[in-house]
């Protein structure tokens, strides 16, 4: 089972969706009954310039929400949408799954 979100959710998700601002990212979340666990990842090259840091933010972000979702901690029926923040570019994968469960507490 794939936890990547489709391309063709990202606006549904940003239009209906509410942000939740964390130090590492930025969280968009949408909650509806027919939505799969599952999320996309959005790295600009404002924040990152190097295509080698932006890659590093994406597979921190999508490995950290992989391990919650096998591990049972991220909500079911919610679609999310993780834009990274430069803060992320050194922190492990362990500090940006405490930060996404904190983020889950917050509705």
């Known amino acids: 089972m794939s936890t990547r979100l489709p391309g063709s ?6 239009d209906r969706g509410r942000s939740i601002r964390a130090r590492l990212f930025v969280a968009w979340r949408l909650e509806t009954p027919d939505a799969d666990r599952k ?14 840091d932006r890659n590093r933010a994406k597979r921190l972000l999508r490995e950290a929400y992989r391990l919650l ?9 919610t679609e999310w949408i993780f834009v990274a923040r430069a803060a992320i570019g050194d922190k492990s994968v362990f500090q940006v799954m405490d930060e996404m469960r904190r983020i889950c507490v917050k509705r």
């Open 9 to 14: 959710r990202y606006k549904n998700v940003f």
């Open 39 to 52: 999320a996309g990842v959005v790295v600009s090259k404002k924040s990152f310039h190097d295509a080698v």
């Open 69 to 77: 979702v096998k591990s049972d901690e991220m909500p079911p029926d």
